[in-house]
């Protein structure tokens, strides 16, 4: 049994990513009702949930949303549900989550490829502040 809380929704993201990092930023300023916990794909905890749900870490390069004991979410579709969930603003981005997998995750597969090259890559996982410390797992 993974020792995560059950009652948050997961984020598994790459920790290196200039991206990955704003989007995590502006989840957790968002997340008003503490819905969400973040975790680095390529940390212990990470990998030891990646196994946990059957994703092989080598096939996946960008995001994962884990619901312990409900569901996991992959590229757009993890983005869309974290949008819906969010609600507000970010709830537009959730309506194009009726489209198929098949149209938005080629998007989302040339966004993650290019994303170093846009946007930069850190040296090492970023360290959370004292007050976001305990959003991560």
Known sequence: MLDIPRDKKIVLFDGVCNLCDTAVNKIITADKDDQFRFVSLDSDKGKEILNYIGIDR??????????????????????????????????????????????????????????????????????????????FL
């Not at 409900?70 to 974290?82: E, T």
């Not at 819906?84 to 989550?97: A, K, N, Q």
């Not at 009726?98 to 360290?127: H, Q, V």
């Open 58 to 135: 080598a096939k996946i390069d960008s995001i994962v949303l884990y619901e312990p004991g409900i569901a996991y979410y992959i590229k757009s579709k993890a983005a869309f549900q974290i949008a819906s969930t969010l609600g507000g603003m970010y709830s537009l981005i959730g309506v194009f989550s009726f489209l198929p997998k098949g149209l938005t995750d080629p998007l989302y597969d040339y966004i993650a490829k290019n994303r170093y090259k846009w946007y930069g890559k850190k040296e090492s996982c970023m360290i959370p502040s004292e007050d976001i410390k305990q959003k």
